[in-house]
């Protein structure tokens, strides 16, 4: 097991992995030093469930990869993470997003490395909290016309993909408890959010990740 405290995960796709090289060649040469990433690819046909290749920071999956199986490629690479590396918070990112200010990463690391040490104040879950007050149907399948027109967001709080974080206690509730669950639905961030074991959910931290993230153009 390696030890590395925080990782950041950034879920990409071969069919846009000209995304992946524009954040190389933009912020991700920028990060703080003590923070790694790995840009996260569907590979149906791998022969193990999962392979890290350190030296390009990729992380290939066992996984179809296309839309609709995102909330079944973030978690077999979260369980990727949990068993290769010894870890206090995953990051969560896509590759359509531009940082811009890096200073973010310090900022958000420095206060959950802060309140890490006591149980009663350790963060397990933020970003832009979205609060869902009852049932809907989502809208959007109009956006991506792959998904189902007939998915049903239910009333929780999670945070929006955009970024997101997990702590070690929170990823590996997931992994053991809700994995099958998360690899049914359609909708990464909400699925995440929804399945997550209300204890984590006690004191989420809400970051105003429009400030920092913005889409790629």
């Not at 690819?41 to 839309?67: A, H, Q, R």
């Not at 832009?128 to 149907?137: F, N, P, R, S």
Request: with cysteine; aromatic share 14%; proline share 3%.
């Amino acid at each position: 097991m390696i030890q590395q405290d925080v990782i950041l995960l950034i879920f990409n796709c071969h069919k846009y992995r000209f995304k992946a090289l524009q954040q190389k060649e933009t912020w991700l040469p920028s990060i703080p030093s003590n923070l790694i990433y790995f840009h996260v690819i569907g590979d149906p046909n791998l022969d193990t469930d999962f392979s890290f290749i350190l030296e390009d920071n990729i992380l290939l999956v066992k996984v179809e990869d296309d839309y609709n199986s995102l909330p079944k490629k973030v978690i077999r690479a979260f369980e990727a993470v949990q068993k290769m590396y010894h870890f206090k918070y995953i990051f969560k990112t896509d590759d359509d997003q531009n940082v811009t200010n890096i200073k973010f990463f310090d900022t958000v690391m420095s206060l959950l490395n802060k309140k890490y040490d006591d149980l009663n104040t350790r963060l397990h879950y933020g970003g832009h909290i979205v609060d869902v007050k009852q049932t809907y149907q989502s809208q959007y399948c109009r956006i991506h016309k792959e998904l189902p027109t007939d998915l049903l967001v239910k009333a929780t709080k999670y945070c929006s993909g955009r970024f997101y974080f997990l702590s070690v206690d929170a990823i590996n509730y997931l992994v053991s408890e809700k994995k099958n669950s998360i690899e049914a639905e359609y909708l990464e961030d909400y699925a995440v959010g929804y399945h997550l074991l209300d204890l984590y959910k006690t004191n989420m931290l809400p970051l105003d990740t429009n400030k920092y993230f913005v889409d790629f153009c």
